[in-house]
């Protein structure tokens, strides 16, 4: 009997996925459980399995090809088994993973079917969406997808003529924007549409978050460990504090404000992708030596371009550290549909007032963005202090 083979959903947030490459061809057998085929999210690449035994009878979504989760990419069929012709071109299925709230919760366009009939232009719902925003008549687009169907890097091809036609030739390289950076484009616009952001600054003396790194260096050092970053001590910190202030933990759901259970630190990570975020859970009841081991973790499988999905999803509150670019302070934008974001500034020296003496202290900046549509400034800022008081209290 045929077996299709569906574009996993990898996590809540995931709509679609790149084919990159097939590690099978037509005609070769295949097992249960081995590597059929190299996919890409916006924010990871992997391979997927073989959802069954047999041989790979068709490929129906090739490689560089986007399509949407649970769009059927290929067929498996038994040795000698002929390939169903009206399977060559089936509609996305629903997975298991796929809730009724989840399907609630998705813009109407997506929920439509993605193939119809000839009488009806063929697209994807990412298609659909940039061709609507663009003012473009999608019936004028060749569709270079499977069955002839519009997709996204269709639209965007015309999109950038377009450009090229208003603008005019000026020279240089042009990057195209895809990928992670792409998602990092829609998420931050709309998180400042959607949301009320307010920034709140503090500094906090330092000293003895250094002491206190420093005395952990030289413990990890004699059994032959490493020292914890000063993220890992931030993450611990931080995850103490939203316990404490719980409606920084919360998320809203339709007209009320949902407090959630577990407390999921996410932290900003550079890569050469673009901007991630790891996400240590329950970093509340871990130790900063589980923190910091499970970062290096996260941290190798981002830079490699590897993370798993549960590395990259579930975060309740952000940090972003730009204190090794030795920024001072700065906004960032909070990462919905997150509370707010704690954004870290680097460690200096500043003259600081003491028992009426001026002295020189090590001073690190804190900057918490904060929805002020469900919190407001006082609570946001008792939050803050907490933090503050936290760090100071290190020793």
């Known amino acids: 009997m045929a077996v299709q083979v569906v574009m996993p959903k990898l996590g809540l947030n995931m709509t679609e996925g790149t ?5 099978k061809r037509e005609g070769d057998r295949v097992e249960r459980g081995e590597p059929l085929f ?3 999210t916006d924010k990871t690449t992997m391979e997927a399995e073989a959802q069954a035994s047999g041989v790979l009878g068709r490929i129906l979504a090739t490689a560089g090809e986007t399509v949407p989760v649970a769009t059927v990419v290929a067929i498996i069929v038994a040795e000698g088994e002929l390939i169903p ?3 060559a071109f089936a509609r996305p299925i629903r997975t298991a993973m796929e809730s009724t709230a989840e399907a609630a919760a998705r813009p109407q366009e997506e929920m439509k079917p993605e193939l119809v009939s000839e009488a ?3 697209a994807s719902p990412v298609a659909k969406r940039l061709a609507r925003e663009q003012g473009i008549d999608l019936s004028t687009i060749p569709g270079t997808g499977l069955g ?11 999109i950038a003529a377009k450009q090229a036609t208003v603008v005019g030739p000026a020279g240089g390289d042009s990057i195209r924007v895809k990928g992670v950076r792409a998602v990092i484009a829609e998420r931050m616009m709309r998180s400042v549409r959607n949301t009320a952001q307010v920034t709140l600054h503090m500094d906090a003396d330092a000293s003895g978050l250094i002491a206190y790194r420093s005395r952990l260096k030289v413990e990890g050092e004699a059994i032959g460990g490493e020292a914890p970053s000063y993220n890992a001590v931030l993450i611990a910190l931080v995850a103490r504090a939203l316990r404490e202030c719980p409606y920084m933990n919360a998320t809203v759901v339709g007209d009320a404000i949902q407090l959630l259970d577990e ?17 240590v859970r329950g970093a509340d009841k871990n130790s900063i030596g589980n923190i910091a081991l499970a970062l290096t973790g996260f941290l190798q499988r981002a830079q490699a371009g590897t993370s798993m999905p549960d590395d990259l999803t579930g975060s309740t509150f952000t940090i972003t550290n730009l204190g090794m670019f030795d920024i001072e302070a700065f906004t960032p ?6 509370m707010g974001i704690l954004g870290i500034g680097r460690i200096m020296q500043k003259p600081v007032v003491r028992s ?5 202290r090590h001073v690190i900046s804190l900057s918490l963005t904060f929805d002020h549509r469900w919190v407001d400034g006082a609570p946001a800022a008792r939050f803050l202090q907490f933090i503050r008081d936290s760090v100071e209290q290190l020793e």
């Open 263 to 279: 407390v999921n630190v996410g932290l900003g990570v550079d890569t050469e992708r673009g901007l991630l975020v790891v996400v």
């Open 120 to 122: 009806r232009v063929l």
């Open 19 to 23: 084919v990159v490459q097939w590690l």
């Open 85 to 87: 012709e009206n399977l």
């Open 333 to 338: 934008i909070i990462n919905p549909p997150e």
């Open 148 to 158: 002839g169907r519009i997709t996204q890097e269709d639209v965007e091809r015309v």
């Open 38 to 40: 190299v996919l890409e």
């Open 356 to 360: 009426g003496q001026v002295m020189i």
